[in-house]
């Protein structure tokens, strides 16, 4: 369990950086829109109330702390947790202007362009829209980090342990002492383990039952000869 919690930084990276931007974004526009005659009244930069305390900069600071922990956690709870503050901060953008009248909060001021496109790029861009785009992003990471990969499930390997990347065959017998190296036992396994009955060869060196040898040296039994040089005498 514990390594499947620990996951790669990369891994949030692209939400985590989106995040940060968009939660600067929204924080900062009510602000300094007006400098680019863009944003919400008053028509002033950097006055501050508590309408947008509640509207503009909780919703920011919850998107911008979450998408810093997105992006540089290693943890995978830790990291889950970032992504759903994104998450609840970007629901805010969307659905905090018409909750907050329930406690006569008149909002973050009206938009400052004069056209109908102005004014729907403005609330869109500084709070539903703006807020939509966030969800998006934090649920992404929300299920990247859900995830658990095919590498993560293998457990780490043994330290002071180098995988050879070869199969040796088991070899018993005098055969496995005879090619037993420097510092290798003679017998495969543990000590006392079973051993199969006999003296067995591997393949290339294999014997029989008896006096019999392989194909290519093989003996008949007795000491027959062939027809034609048998003795005369037995006639």
Do not use: C, K
């Not at 994104?86 to 202007?97: D, E, P, S």
């Not at 095919?150 to 002071?160: A, I, L, M, S, Y």
């Not at 065959?169 to 055969?175: E, T």
Request: aromatic share 8%; glycine share 18%.
């Amino acid at each position: 369990m514990t390594g499947t919690m620990r996951v790669p930084r990369s891994r949030g990276g692209f939400s985590g950086v989106l995040l940060v931007l968009l939660g600067l974004w929204g924080g900062l526009l009510p602000f300094a829109g007006p400098y680019f005659d863009f944003g919400f009244a008053p028509d002033d930069t950097w006055v501050y109330n508590t309408d947008r305390l509640e509207l503009s900069i909780a919703p920011a600071a919850a998107t911008v702390l979450g998408g810093l922990i997105v992006l540089f956690s290693a943890h995978r709870a830790v990291a889950i947790l970032g992504a759903w503050l994104g998450v609840l901060g970007g629901a805010w953008f969307v659905v905090g202007g018409p909750l907050a009248t329930l406690w006569d909060v008149p909002g973050a001021g009206a938009p400052l362009g004069t056209g109908d496109g102005r004014h729907l790029a403005e609330q869109l861009s500084g709070f539903a829209g703006l807020g939509a785009v966030i969800v998006f992003l934090a649920a992404l990471a929300l299920g990247r980090f859900a995830v658990v990969g095919v590498r993560e499930t293998v457990p780490p390997d043994e330290p002071g342990r180098e995988p050879s990347g070869t199969t040796q065959p088991l070899v018993f017998g005098r055969y496995a002492r005879e090619n037993a190296g420097p510092g290798q036992p003679a017998e495969p396994g543990p000590p006392g383990a079973p051993r199969p009955p006999g003296d067995q060869r591997v393949a290339g060196d294999q014997r029989v039952a008896g006096d019999q040898r392989v194909a290519g040296d093989q003996r008949v039994a007795g000491d027959q000869r062939v027809a034609g040089e048998q003795g005369g005498g037995e006639r």
